[in-house]
């Protein structure tokens, strides 16, 4: 299994690249990527080709995967990095969710191991799924791109294929733990609160 920091998201609400934006002495790109570390997997650095000179500084170039499949959103980011490493399950996490801790990964990366036979593992709270905290078994991204390449796939939300499939679940206990910051007044509300 590989850890993925998603940072190739355009940034447009919040106005500058969210994975640069700083939490304490580290940005919100390392301070994720220290999470999924804690899980003793290897972690890289999912980016779009634009972000390269400011994400070069703080990482190697084996860390940082640009985005290179033609679809749009997250799926990008994702299938960009399973192209990179085609036998790996994917472990995602949007570097935007700065309040995630290594014990609510912890249980998703047990939920993984000890249910072998589905799709997608995820956390769900009250019917709404969290794509960008979750587990890509490798045979699900081969037919994700199976399914891009023969055009098959018409719509890139990750909830629409992820309910067209045999997923796993697990609760959210705690919400707060999965906000993520996409504006500027967002991120102020959280740090005035």
Request: net charge negative; with cysteine.
């Amino acid at each position: 299994m590989i850890g993925v920091v998603l940072c190739g998201g355009e940034s447009k609400r919040m106005g500058s690249d969210k994975g640069l934006l700083p939490v304490g002495s580290v940005t919100w790109a390392q301070h994720a990527e220290a999470k999924l570390a804690e899980l003793d997997i290897p972690v890289v650095i999912s980016i779009n080709q634009a972000q390269l000179p400011n994400y070069n500084h703080l990482y190697g170039a084996e860390k940082l995967i640009i985005d290179t499949v033609n679809v749009k959103g997250p799926l990008k980011g994702l299938l960009s990095v399973h192209q990179y490493f085609p036998d790996d399950d994917l472990m995602l996490l949007a570097c935007d969710m700065t309040d995630m801790d290594v014990d609510t990964l912890q249980q998703l990366k047990q939920h993984y191991h000890t249910n072998p036979t589905f799709d997608y593992y995820l956390y769900e709270c009250e019917g709404f799924m969290e794509p960008l905290c979750a587990v890509y078994p490798t045979n699900s991204l081969r037919n994700l791109c199976k399914a891009v390449n023969s055009s098959e796939l018409t719509h890139f939300s990750m909830h629409k294929f992820i309910r067209d499939s045999n997923y796993k679940t697990i609760q959210i206990k705690d919400k707060t733990k999965f906000s993520n910051y996409n504006t500027a007044n967002h991120l102020r509300a959280q740090i005035n609160s």
